[in-house]
């Protein structure tokens, strides 16, 4: 069973301040998604990462898959309450899992 | 530009009434999943089609049934909702299920939220 474990479990942090979260496994995965859900709201997608070592950059939030394919991390600077929500990696090699989760909340 | 839709967005019953959530999707996606997500914790698959093949999880209670009458249309049926059904239900599709690739992107729903009282 592939698991995706996600620390921390829960980030506060003040607007203009950088955050980062990660997505570990210990098995290898084809792709890895990142998603950011709202209270009340569906996940929605923010990036898709593929190749090992693979950096991309979403204005403000930059993904990096690790090169080995077993972790990721979402890096924010500059965080904005907007930036608020619950940030959920997901992926596998056939089965999709999510990971438990890492909930941010950013005060102004 | 909705793609995959939900109703309603927000479902009373009562405990024990039968009750059928809705998604819809426009991307023509082959395979369409239901999602139950408790408050702070991670989606949990119920069950997907893929095509018209069902694909049920193995802790997933005979009380939540599915149909998927056409590729746009897919309902999530409780039979006999309880109090621990309450939670958000989330419909995702992906284009393709194909475990020599990879895994496919998920997109999702808005989410029901189901209340029992």
């Known amino acids: 069973t592939q698991l995706l474990e996600q620390s921390p479990q829960f980030l506060s942090i003040q607007e203009g301040e950088n955050l980062t979260v990660y997505c570990n496994s210990s098995?290898?995965?084809?792709?890895l998604q990142w998603y950011r859900q709202e209270p009340g709201e569906g996940p929605v997608l923010l990036v898709t990462?593929?190749?090992?070592?693979e950096v991309k950059k979403l204005k403000r939030l930059t993904f990096q898959f690790g090169d080995a394919r077993k972790d990721s991390s979402l890096h924010i600077t500059a965080a904005q309450t907007g930036d608020t929500g619950l940030y959920l990696c997901?992926?596998?090699?056939?089965?999709?899992?999510f990971g438990a989760g890492t909930q941010v909340v950013v005060t102004p | 530009d909705a793609m995959v839709i939900q109703n309603p967005r927000y479902q009373v019953t009562q405990f024990g009434k039968p009750v059928t959530l809705s998604c819809s999707q426009t991307l023509n996606h082959n395979v369409m999943y239901w999602y139950q997500q408790k408050s702070s914790q991670a989606p949990k698959l119920l069950f997907h089609?893929?095509?018209?093949?069902?694909?049920n999880e193995a802790d997933t209670p005979d009380n939540f049934q599915s149909r998927r009458p056409n590729t746009s249309f897919c309902f999530l049926d409780i039979r006999s909702p309880g109090l621990g059904d309450a939670a958000m239900y989330l419909c995702?599709?992906?284009?393709?299920?194909?475990?020599?690739?990879?895994?496919?992107?998920?997109?999702f729903g808005p989410g029901t939220r189901l209340l029992v009282l």
């Open positions: 997901a992926g596998g090699w056939g089965k999709f899992q």
């Open positions: 995702a599709t992906s284009r393709d299920l194909t475990a020599d690739r990879g895994t496919e992107t998920q997109y």
């Open positions: 098995s290898v995965f084809s792709s």
């Open positions: 089609y893929y095509d018209k093949d069902f694909n």
């Open positions: 990462v593929v190749t090992g070592g």
